[in-house]
């Protein structure tokens, strides 16, 4: 979740501010040794894999705001949040691949780092590789269960998020739904709101929001990635020499990156992409083919699809786009895929082959339609209706979305197949994705997709 914090900094290093502050910031970056005597690692590919990994660190925020933004407890000395980061060979193109924390892994043999004792491989939940090994079994576990070979390591805390956040004067996030969350406190209704560092940690941490738990996190987290790269790209910040310096200073000050990753790669990457936008950056989440699957000892965890995270990570190996046969129009993202709504379509024109014309569009979109569309009571309908039982109002609102101009009505009792009258105003069915990437479809989003428009 704090990719972009890290990716703000060599974008800006662009803005031509040079080589001697950079090495003076340089000085405040901790590192470490992630790759130390690393023995039969994946081939190396086509671009750049950066591991990006966020620890808790709630130990160095003061006790105000550890209450106001509910962050009581002991920090689990484990990751937060965990991302592979492609910056593709041409430095046109970030994509950016989440790792669910309670994703089932099992580590390489170690030593651990508490207690000094050997271990032998065994089942661990992903984000607890890093409490037993620190940053090293961390990427050896990643390059193992990915093979995609890591040439870069950076660890960021909550601080370093909160106060990059404040620097560039906040971030614009829009969501259609109200967002409450009683352990973080995320309290925000539907709407755009600009979120200051705290309300920021507090909307990337909120995992109770709704039944999605850790995956529905990890939406929320691309969402603001990307509305952070529209917030640095397009506010100024790289041209004001000023708020440079305040910016980097706001990361690195709480960064540990391997050693080497400096000022020369800073610069370089910087400069390659100082045309970088949102539409420039693509964010998925490992496919998860098995949810709750239990591991004595471990407990809950999430199982990778096999055949779909294979695919996706051949991807990165092979420096391609995540989606690459996806245009690069804009294409509304809705709560629910079309592929799990049930559609009945009525013609309620007097137009012949109209309801046909309907039905087979929506199908070709996705929808599930009866494949056998019947004339409505009456022949003049004017603007084409959404007819929905109460209980399935977000499957309504994604298929309504799909049908520009419609008008949604509810109708108690009529069950889980919506349906479409269609009036004389249709004029085609427009393609939708879902926002949930475990829904359907190849589960990628892009930056300007999932920004505020």
Not at 193 to 202: I, K, R, S, V, Y
Not at 388 to 409: C, I, M, N, Q, V
Request: charged share 25%; proline share 6%.
């Amino acid at each position: 979740m704090r990719v972009v914090t890290t990716l703000s900094v060599v974008v800006l290093a662009s803005a031509g501010i040079g080589h001697a502050v950079m090495t003076s910031l340089e000085a405040d970056i901790v590192r470490v040794d992630p790759f130390k005597d690393m023995k039969n690692r994946p081939e190396a590919g086509h671009g750049m894999n950066v591991l990006l990994v966020g620890t808790d660190g709630r130990d160095k925020i003061g006790a105000e705001e550890r209450r106001k933004y509910r962050l009581g407890g002991a920090p689990c000395h484990c990751t937060d949040t965990m991302m592979i980061v492609h910056i593709s060979e041409d430095r046109e193109r970030a994509s950016v691949v989440s790792l669910p924390r309670d994703s089932y892994a099992v580590t390489p043999p170690h030593v651990d780092r508490t207690t000094g004792a050997r271990h032998g491989g065994h089942p661990v939940k992903l984000n607890a590789a890093y409490a037993e090994g620190g940053p090293q079994l961390t990427v050896r576990t990643v390059e193992s269960m990915t093979k995609v070979k890591i040439d870069h390591y950076l660890e960021v805390d909550f601080t370093s998020f909160m106060k990059t956040v404040d620097v560039v004067g906040g971030v614009r996030i829009c969501t259609a739904d109200p967002l409450k969350d009683s352990y973080t406190g995320l309290d925000l209704p539907a709407g755009q709101h600009t979120l200051e560092g705290g309300q920021a940690l507090q909307y990337v941490r909120a995992r109770h929001v709704d039944g999605a738990s850790d995956l529905g996190r990890m939406r929320r987290q691309q969402r603001f990635m990307a509305a952070l790269v529209d917030r640095v790209t397009s506010s100024g910040i790289m041209l004001n020499p000023m708020k440079f310096r305040d910016v980097t200073r706001a990361v690195l000050g709480s960064v540990r990156a391997d050693k080497g990753f400096g000022t020369d790669e800073m610069l370089d990457l910087g400069r390659a992409m100082r045309n970088f936008s949102p539409s420039s950056s693509e964010f998925t989440t490992v496919p998860v083919g098995g949810v709750g699957y239990v591991v004595e000892g471990v407990g809950s965890t999430l199982k990778w699809d096999p055949v779909k995270a294979e695919r996706l990570f051949h991807a990165l190996r092979q420096d391609q786009p995540l989606s690459p046969n996806r245009p690069r129009g804009a294409v509304p993202l809705v709560p629910v895929a079309p592929q799990r709504i049930h559609v009945q379509v009525e013609n309620g024109t007097s137009t012949p082959g109209l309801g046909r014309r309907v039905d087979a569009a929506l199908a070709a979109a996705g929808f599930l339609t009866t494949r056998t569309p019947v004339t409505h009571a009456t022949d003049d309908v004017k603007r084409t209706v959404v007819a929905y039982d109460p209980r399935w109002d977000r499957s309504a609102k994604s298929l309504a979305t799909a049908l520009p101009g419609s008008e949604l009505r509810q109708v108690p009792g009529l069950g889980p197949t919506l349906k479409v009258i269609a009036g004389t105003d249709f004029a085609r069915v427009r393609t939708v994705r879902a926002e949930d990437p475990g829904q359907g479809g190849d589960g990628v989003v892009r930056g300007d997709e999932v920004a505020c428009s």
